[in-house]
């Protein structure tokens, strides 16, 4: 359940955005060593997405590390993982990067963004910038188109 992306139980269609969702769920689940949703925790079920937010929102997303690691992980990679999974795991749709843009964040061949977890903000224009207004511009030229020829 916790890698279906929230789109997805709407519409019933998958797509590349929701295969990044449910990638970025994994990662938070190999950095974390916790299962996307953890149904056993009390006093109500756990979601991972929201346990890291939660932790980065604090200035501490460390603190959602597998404590079974101890120390031996480098902190800067980790914090990718975890940034990145948030990212990927993002509630909107388009505020997800590209598979394409996941693997230059992970080989290191472009920085992060900052990231919002509360809207799309900044991370979109700066994760999917030319992409976003180029389908933005499109469709606004089909509706124009439509409007001329009718």
Same mark, same amino acid.
């Given at each position: ?28 689940? %190999? ?17 991972? $997405? +929201? ?13 959602? $590390? ?8 480098? %902190? ?25 843009? $996941? ?14 977890? +509360?809207?799309?903000?900044?991370? %979109? ?9 180029? +389908? ?11 409007? %001329?020829?009718?």
């Amino acid at each position: 359940m916790g890698y279906i992306a929230p789109e997805l139980t709407r519409t019933g269609k998958a797509s590349t955005s929701s295969d990044v969702f449910a990638f970025g769920a994994f990662m938070l689940e %190999v950095a974390c060593g916790r299962r996307p949703i953890d149904t056993r925790a009390l006093p109500k079920r756990m979601v991972l $997405v +929201d346990l890291v937010s939660d932790c980065w929102r604090r200035g501490a997303i460390l603190e959602g $590390v597998d404590p079974k690691l101890g120390s031996e992980y480098v %902190v800067e990679e980790v914090g990718l993982v975890l940034k990145l999974g948030l990212l990927c795991s993002h509630h909107i749709a388009l505020a997800r990067p590209s598979m394409r843009q $996941v693997m230059q964040f992970l080989e290191g061949e472009s920085s992060l963004p900052e990231i919002s977890l +509360d809207g799309i903000g900044e991370s %979109v224009l700066a994760v999917r910038g030319h992409e976003v207004l180029d +389908d933005l511009s499109s469709q606004l030229m089909s509706s124009f188109s439509c409007r %001329v020829t009718i």
